[in-house]
């Protein structure tokens, strides 16, 4: 089963810190890893080219960081240009059925300010269910997200950690 990371990071690998140590790790543990902001900064998507991506696959991994309690604008620009009618869902839009989808993002702040009653009045949950409601128009099939809380406080052995979990759970399947 193939595996493919796309990554949406607007500095990957300027900047970011925990999203970076993700992608190369798995990018060392030989998963096609796509760094989509570097193939279009002008958010000007290759439609083609990611429906073939996409094609090539089984396990779709969709790796970003939380920005105002949303996806980064170059996915959300994604998810329009690239789930086309007549592709992904529609009659006859069937490329992604039974193909897995696997979210791994990331928050800066706390789980406990992830609570209904607490910092943020919501949840991760409620966070990620609008991104994982695609699943009913294209018959994608939710993994468990892998989930990174905190990482404004992680230190440097805590990241590494986590780059290791990530790299098991994307060999799980
Ligand atoms: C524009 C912007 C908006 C952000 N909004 C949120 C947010 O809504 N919730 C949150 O927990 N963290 C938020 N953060 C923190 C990022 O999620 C955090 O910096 C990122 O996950 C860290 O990963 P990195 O080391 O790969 O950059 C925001 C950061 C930026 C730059």
Redesign the pocket.
Known sequence: MKTTVFAF?P??ND??????ALAQVAQEAGFEVRDEYQLYPDFKVDVKAEQEALDATDQIVLQF??????VPPLLKQWFDDVLEYGWAYGSTGNALQGKKLLLA?????QEA??TLDGR?QTTVEEVLKPIETIRFHTGLELMKPFV??G??GLTDSAITKQAEAYVARLSEN
């Open positions: 990071h500095h990957l900047g970011s810190k925990l999203n970076r960081p939380i920005y105002w309690y949303q993002p990331s928050f800066g702040a300010d992830y943020f990174t809380t990482v404004l």
